[in-house]
């Protein structure tokens, strides 16, 4: 099952780690290790919370996301990407922005180090959308029951995650402008290009979000109607159209996976640019670690361990939290990369920890009383 599931992952390691020795010599396979390392352990959350949207999707969509999602997520957002933010932040041709970062390293990284605010912005409010959608909605299985259950009653005000994103983007933008002025106002523009790069995150989010639970929501609406008709006459028209919105659905869920997993890819990218800003070297670093991403996320929808380990989607969510505001503070304070996956690992961890004890307090009460195994196992 491992090999099944981890065997590209092992593939693309041995490949990238001797392609590196043939780029640059030991030196570069030890950057690119490290590069891996790190994607590994800043994206573990992001695995988690794929997992919970990529169960929903069928045997199909589940390979689409490890082919063509892979090719988007390896060659897109930790090769393209970098290029795409040089070339647009400084007016520059794709085909020159790619001379640049391979003759002027030093020169690309200053240019991707002045385009973060907005990259930060954009990733920031995306993620704290997700965060703030989850905390907002009355859940079953609670985790922080204390802080949980009142946030779920704050959750019936209509658009409240919208409004509190906005307020914590204006302060961002605001305190950044002020900042940025006290420094002589080299970067006063900078607040507004925070405040633009966050509204076009928060619109991705509430578009392809919602048009990935429209379409989820009208496949559910057709496959009770196809349930109640099995005992009808079959209707020839009725297989096709369940077919085709199946893969409307299954589409927007994988195009809001996408973008979700670009997100949670901006703090790697960036990050990686404290070890290294050879781009070869940062896109076999990168993309090992996001190859072990996909395989993580899979096997843990085909092993079942969001219903085994109930409170694992909970840290998910709250680390998703942490890495939006760390995104944010980023726009203008420096935070360790280690800082910031240490704080994932240990949410995970706890939860992980919690969901261990509810398992076996409700196996010690014979599976009888889920509630008090709950209360038992919350932090």
Request: hydrophobic content about 55%; proline content about 1%; some cysteine.
């Amino acid at each position: 099952m491992v090999l099944k599931t981890f065997g590209w992952s092992f593939a693309v390691t041995a490949l990238g780690l001797v392609a590196a020795v043939f780029y640059g010599g030991w030196t570069a396979f030890g950057i690119v290790a490290i590069l891996s390392v790190l994607e590994i352990s800043l994206s573990f959350d992001n695995a988690v919370v794929n997992a919970g949207i990529l169960k929903k999707m069928n045997a199909f969509w589940q390979k689409i996301f490890l082919t063509i999602g892979i090719l988007i997520a390896v060659f897109g957002m930790r090769l393209i990407f970098p290029v795409v933010i040089v070339a647009v932040s400084a007016s520059l041709g794709p085909i020159e922005a790619v001379d640049l970062a391979l003759t002027d390293k030093d020169r690309y990284q200053e240019l991707v180090t002045d385009a973060h605010p907005s990259i930060a912005a954009f990733g920031g409010m995306f993620l704290l959308m997700i965060f703030l959608d989850f905390i907002f909605e009355d859940r079953d299985i609670k985790w922080l029951g204390w802080l949980e259950r009142p946030l779920a009653k704050l959750g019936k005000v209509d658009m409240l995650s919208v409004c509190i994103a906005l307020v914590v983007l204006l302060v961002s933008a605001i305190t950044f402008g002020a900042h940025a002025h006290q420094h002589g106002g080299t970067h006063a523009d900078k607040a507004e290009t925070v405040l633009l790069a966050g509204i076009a995150g928060l619109i991705t989010y509430l578009v392809v979000g919602g048009l990935s639970s429209f379409f989820e929501d009208k496949l559910e609406e057709e496959e009770e109607r196809e349930h109640e008709a099995e005992e009808k006459a079959e209707r020839e028209g009725k297989p096709k159209s369940a077919v085709k919105l199946a893969g409307k659905a299954a589409f927007f869920m994988f195009l809001y996976l996408e973008v979700l997993d670009a997100s949670f890819s901006f703090d790697g990218v960036i990050g990686a640019f404290a070890i290294t800003n050879d781009i070869v070297l940062m896109a076999l670093g990168l993309g090992i670690g996001a190859m072990y991403v996909r395989s993580l996320t899979v096997y843990l929808v085909r092993q079942g361990t969001l219903d085994d380990y109930v409170y694992l989607e909970h840290g998910a969510h709250y680390a998703i939290g942490a890495l939006a505001v760390i995104l944010l503070v980023t726009i203008q304070y420096e935070i360790n990369e280690i800082i910031t996956g240490l704080i994932g690992v240990v949410l995970i961890g706890a939860s992980f920890w919690s969901s261990v004890r509810r398992n076996r307090a409700i196996a010690a009460a014979g599976g009888g009383d889920q509630e008090k195994a709950e209360v038992s196992s919350g932090v």
